[in-house]
């Protein structure tokens, strides 16, 4: 893919908002082809070739802000990794960073936008109570990843196949090496257009000023879906 500064190896299924980049980076800023048809609302970027932590770049928080996949750090505001840039329809930027663009370095890259019907890269505001923020994603989710944008905490993943009944519980944590947690303030209710917190926790409903983004795909991929 030669839409960006830096040529790029891609794989990419535009109608599901997927795509996989692979690029050497330059140590100076550039932009790169992603394949997809529009804008991604997500992308996940690890080096290959050296100890570097996963960067996020989500739509809801904008570009100059990162998060880290593998840590609980709240956003971080930082020029240098996504070149205060927004995505657009062919391509991603990057700053100086090490973390996406160290001179000589390999990395790897996963590239999502929403596609309606199918998934959805969003964000919503906690409320700190058992009866939590509904959350519209237009569809019944499978799968949930949750993480707070402005405190330490972890990023929870639910889905319907460990639970296919309300409420969903004992998540994984995509940054830790624990088991499933067995607390009930982790409860989420999974429904026929959305999702809806059921306990008070750090990780998706502390309080009415946390911020939370989140990625769900659907059970259905459809354009409508049966009520649960």
């Known amino acids: 893919n030669t839409d960006g500064t830096i040529t790029s190896s891609v794989s990419a299924n535009p109608t599901a908002g997927f795509s996989i980049v692979s690029y050497t980076g330059t140590g100076a800023n550039a932009t790169i082809g992603h394949g997809l048809s529009q804008a991604p609302d997500m ?22 802000k990162y998060l880290h996949l593998n840590a609980v750090d709240a956003s971080v505001t930082n020029s240098t990794v996504w070149n205060d840039t927004e995505p657009t329809s ?3 930027s990057v700053g100086t960073a090490v973390n996406c663009n160290e001179s000589s370095g390999t990395y790897i890259a996963y590239a999502f936008h929403s596609v309606e019907g199918y998934s959805k890269v969003g964000s919503y505001v906690g409320n700190g109570d058992n009866d939590g923020t509904f959350v519209y994603t237009g569809f019944r989710p499978m799968w949930v990843m949750a993480k707070c944008t ?9 889905d319907s196949v460990r639970f296919p009944y309300n409420v969903t519980a004992d998540p994984l944590f995509a940054n830790e090496s624990s088991a499933e947690s067995s607390s009930s303030t982790y409860a989420i209710d999974i429904l026929s257009n959305g999702f809806k917190c059921r306990g008070v926790n750090n990780n998706t409903n502390n309080s009415s000023d946390d911020t939370y983004i989140y990625l769900a795909f659907a059970e259905s991929p459809f354009k409508t879906s049966n009520a649960r």
């Open 43 to 64: 992308v996940i970027c690890k080096e290959r070739s050296a100890i570097q932590q996963w960067i996020n770049y989500q739509s809801p928080l904008g570009a100059t």
């Open 90 to 92: 062919s391509v991603f």
């Open 150 to 158: 402005v405190g330490s905490a972890s990023w929870l993943m639910t």
